[in-house]
């Protein structure tokens, strides 16, 4: 018996026979990438249906719970595939069951021509173990895996991440501030199969530490350093302050990001932005005045978390480890009017741009002087 890590994806499952084969080459690329940078010694065979990770290293486990792609993963035991060399492996297994508990096993088998079926390896190994079946709800499951030539034997499930894998959804550009929210849609993006590049718009370049930290910890779910761009963004607020009508700040603020994030998403080949709006969760989030900033750029502004309420980001954060970089005091913008419009016109939000004179060069001079860090 030799003890190996079966790796099982879902959604992948989805795609066509091409499709399908070429996620499965960049799920096994990423898990190869993502065990070697935390120096884990480990061999992986992809079959049709699963992949095989051989290691000794207990760090393995740690960094599958981290790879976009997995549906879940377990420790098996590897053994041959005839009845006898099954069996023994099974009563092995059964012996952690206690006395207290029902059992089931579950069994399937991928090649036909065995001489013998699943529900036979269920119904005749199941009569040796001397605990209760339930085949309903069982406290303990054992389940088999029979191939051509080899049986994986396990109990238990690690649940994974799910998603996609890194690199098969093409490349996007997310906003990313010092709060909860942006984190998490840029990690949401991430497990939709998205390379993600990030950009930072700073007025006090006291808040990019922060950030470049909560990037860092995105990279712990990344197979490739992730690339974060600071941008100085105080001459175009004191720009807004100066010469356009003071409620209408925020929604300018959003809109010159937006138009800077494009052409900075040009030069990167990214395809759409990433936002962490909320509907309706602060002024410039609203839905008139999202749709007021509809036609500042070209390319599509993705929304993940547009339809999630407050709990549930802080749920998702917590869950990745952004939450407590998050949350530590950055300090208010003093930009930000006393009293933010919150249901802006198109035609007023225009007229107010057009008091900016030469806005395009402002704003790809701030992108010319932006600074790039590798996570």
Same mark, same amino acid.
């Given at each position: 018996m030799r003890e190996k890590i079966i790796i099982k994806y879902g959604e992948l499952w989805l795609k066509s026979e091409p499709v399908r084969r070429r996620f499965i080459k960049q799920l096994a690329e990423n898990i190869r990438r993502m065990l070697k940078s935390e120096k884990v010694k480990f061999r992986l065979e992809v079959l049709r249906d699963m992949l095989i990770l051989e290691t000794k290293s207990k760090r393995a486990e740690e960094v599958l719970r981290r790879v976009f792609? =997995?549906?879940?993963?377990?420790?098996?035991r590897e053994t041959k595939s005839d009845f006898g060399s099954i069996e023994k492996e099974i009563l092995e297994i059964g +012996? &952690? /069951? $206690? #006395?207290? &508990?029902t059992f089931a096993i579950r069994a399937s088998r991928s090649d036909k021509f065995l001489e013998f079926t699943s529900m036979q390896i269920e119904k005749e190994m199941g009569k +040796? =173990? +001397?605990r209760k079946v339930d085949l309903s709800n069982p406290d303990f499951t054992i389940f088999v895996e029979v191939k051509k030539t080899k049986a994986y034997v396990y109990s238990g499930k690690i649940k994974g991440l799910g998603g996609m894998p890194v690199g098969v959804s093409g490349r996007v550009l997310s906003l990313i501030s010092g709060g909860i929210?942006?984190?998490?849609a840029g990690w949401m993006l991430m497990k939709r199969g998205c390379s993600v590049d990030f950009v930072h718009f700073y007025y006090d370049k006291k808040g990019i530490g922060k950030v470049r930290k909560l990037v860092g910890k995105l990279r712990e779910y990344s197979p490739v350093d992730l690339s974060l761009? @600071? =941008?100085?963004?105080?001459e175009v607020l004191e720009r807004i302050s100066d010469n356009c009508e003071r409620r209408l700040t925020c929604v300018l603020c959003k809109r010159f990001m937006y138009k800077s994030s494009e052409m900075l @998403?040009? #030069?990167?080949? @990214? $395809?759409a932005l990433v936002t962490g709006e909320n509907l309706a969760q602060v002024a410039s989030q609203t839905l008139d005045n999202i749709f007021a900033n509809m036609d500042a750029v070209s390319i599509p502004i993705l929304r993940p978390l547009i339809g999630m309420d407050k709990e549930e980001n802080i749920y998702l954060a917590k869950s990745i480890g952004t939450y407590d970089l998050s949350v530590r005091d950055s300090g208010p913008c003093r930009f930000v009017p006393p009293k933010p419009a919150t249901m802006a016109r198109?035609?007023?939000?225009?007229? &107010? &741009?057009?008091? =900016? +004179?030469? /806005?395009?060069s402002l704003l790809e001079n701030i992108i010319e002087n932006g600074k790039r860090f590798v996570a």
């Open positions: 792609g =997995i549906s879940w993963f377990t420790r098996a +012996k &952690e /069951i $206690k #006395r207290n &508990e +040796k =173990i +001397k929210d942006s984190p998490v761009y @600071a =941008i100085p963004f105080r @998403a040009q #030069r990167l080949g @990214a $395809k198109s035609d007023s939000v225009l007229m &107010e &741009e057009g008091k =900016i +004179k030469y /806005i395009n």
